[in-house]
């Protein structure tokens, strides 16, 4: 598969249920946010297609967000807010186009969530020790990258469609 063959409709599709994915997880998950950390933004960056090198049908799509959450808390007294940027992925497993020219792919699932090294800190205080927040993700694009792109390239062969 390339990434010339999955339309604009398909990649929309794709990005409505990883926004869906990614709001119930926030919300409701098991790494939910704390009810002082609120969704600023969550753009869509591009996305990787990776290809396995010795079968036909096994494929990636992963796709790259970029979330700033604000993170409303205590410093001296004195309620402060700030930002957080950080990066979340999602992938789709063994994508294939159909006869009838839609895409199929195996249940999606957060890819950074069974990952040792996906889990990115902000410390909103350096000078309080009960002051870390936790975000499933990314704290670089470099670091997602090296995990997930490169992390594969013995296996995989990649297309980068990134903005």
Do not use: C
């Not at 398909?10 to 919300?27: H, P």
């Not at 990066?87 to 990952?115: C, K, M, Q, R």
């Amino acid at each position: 598969m390339e990434s010339s063959q999955i339309t604009a409709e398909m990649l929309t599709q794709l990005q409505t249920y990883a926004s869906d994915y990614f709001d119930k997880e926030r919300k409701d998950g098991w790494n939910s946010w704390e009810d002082n950390v609120s969704l600023v933004s969550f753009d869509y960056l591009g996305n990787y297609l990776l290809q396995n090198k010795y079968e036909d049908h096994d494929s990636q799509l992963i796709l790259v967000y970029q979330v700033t959450a604000n993170i409303e808390d205590k410093i001296d007294d004195k309620m402060t807010n700030k930002e957080y940027t950080y990066f979340w992925t999602i992938n789709y497993h063994d994508l294939e186009i159909t006869s009838d020219g839609n895409l199929v792919a195996e249940s999606p699932y957060d890819l950074s969530l069974e990952l040792p090294d996906s889990k990115t800190n902000f410390k909103f205080d350096p000078d309080r020790y009960r002051s870390e927040y936790s975000f499933v993700g990314y704290g670089s694009l470099e670091s997602m990258f090296d995990d997930l792109v490169e992390g594969q390239s013995f296996d995989y062969v990649y297309e980068e469609n990134m903005g």
